[in-house]
């Protein structure tokens, strides 16, 4: 009797050890945060507070703007992932996933760190003749006001191209404003 008492307390001891190094991996956090993005995203109801009105929980129209034949097995495979992706690619698959919806304000904000803190020395702004230099540091002080003819191999509509997916926008007025912003990071 002794010894299954002694043999259970050891593997109670060593389960609760292993969940709470479960609990404290990054990969175990991420799928956390999958849920509750998902939960959120797709409550349903709404609330009544005499002071701020009637809202809606989760987001309307879910199932048409994140049809479930593609939105549920993305949050799957995001969760069974989680262990392999770097921070910065689970940020950008998450940015990818909520801007699918094509609705401004469904978006991730992209984190400090996770891969993103490095800036280009550059700001840039798209006028109606294509992407230019708005800003610089001051070693690339003379850059400012040249046009960008390539980023890489892209021209500057291949690159907006590019990134459109993982920016969220209703039409390109919002992707221009947006995606500056975004190429400054590498």
Not at 4 to 22: G, K, N, P, R, V
Not at 104 to 119: A, C, L, T, V
Not at 131 to 136: D, F, K, M, T, Y
Request: proline share 6%; with cysteine; aromatic share 8%.
């Amino acid at each position: 009797m002794h010894r299954l008492a002694t043999t259970l307390a050891a593997s109670l001891l060593l389960s609760q050890a292993t969940c709470a190094q479960q609990a404290s991996s990054p990969a175990y956090r991420w799928r956390q945060d999958i849920d509750a993005l998902a939960a959120g995203l797709s409550a349903t109801g709404t609330s009544v507070d005499f002071s701020r009105g009637i809202s809606s929980r989760g987001q309307k129209d879910f199932a048409k703007l994140y049809p479930p034949a593609t939105f549920q097995p993305a949050i799957t495979a995001l969760k069974e992932n989680a262990a392999t992706l770097s921070d910065a690619e689970m940020v950008l698959r998450l940015m990818q996933l909520m801007a699918s919806a094509h609705v401004g304000h469904n978006s991730i904000q992209i984190p400090k760190g996770m891969g993103f803190g490095r800036q280009l020395p550059l700001a840039f702004g798209w006028f109606a003749n294509g992407l230019a230099v708005i800003g610089a540091t001051p070693a690339y002080a003379e850059t400012i006001g040249l046009s960008v003819r390539s980023v890489g191999p892209l021209t500057p509509a291949q690159l907006l191209q590019a990134v459109s997916p993982f920016l969220s926008h209703e039409n390109d007025a919002w992707l221009y404003a947006i995606a500056p912003g975004f190429l400054q990071l590498y």
